[in-house]
């Protein structure tokens, strides 16, 4: 019994990686520095909603900052990578805060128009 003592953190590792948790946890770890990765100014406007196998679902405030971010979507999707090493998330989906993300048939930015056509 002397040499079968394991630390908890190596049954803890094991248990996880036997239950297909590992990877799933080193994708939402890479979400703990969302601030730190993308900026104070953009954190504020941008926050993760949801991780979907290895996507990553952001609501942010309004079509404006969405169009912003879409230019600065490689560039965080490398810093996450980068921050737990590999390809734990391959595609990042900007969402206006409060929408309904329906597939790929949400319409981002657009407001409903009253009875008046306006």
Do not use: C, Q
């Amino acid at each position: 019994m002397k040499g079968s003592w394991r630390s908890v953190g190596e049954v803890l590792g094991a248990v996880m990686h036997d239950r297909g948790l590992a990877e799933g946890l080193r994708r939402h770890t890479a979400l703990l520095g969302w601030d730190e990765i993308v900026g104070k100014r953009i954190g504020e406007k941008a926050r993760p909603r949801e991780l979907r196998g290895k996507t990553l679902f952001v609501d942010v405030d309004g079509s404006a900052w969405i169009h912003e971010l879409s230019f600065l979507k490689t560039d965080i999707l490398e810093k996450l990578n980068e921050r737990v090493g590999g390809d734990a998330i391959d595609r990042i989906v900007f969402l206006a805060k409060g929408s309904e993300e329906e597939g790929r048939n949400n319409v981002v930015g657009r407001e409903k128009r009253d009875g008046r056509g306006k």
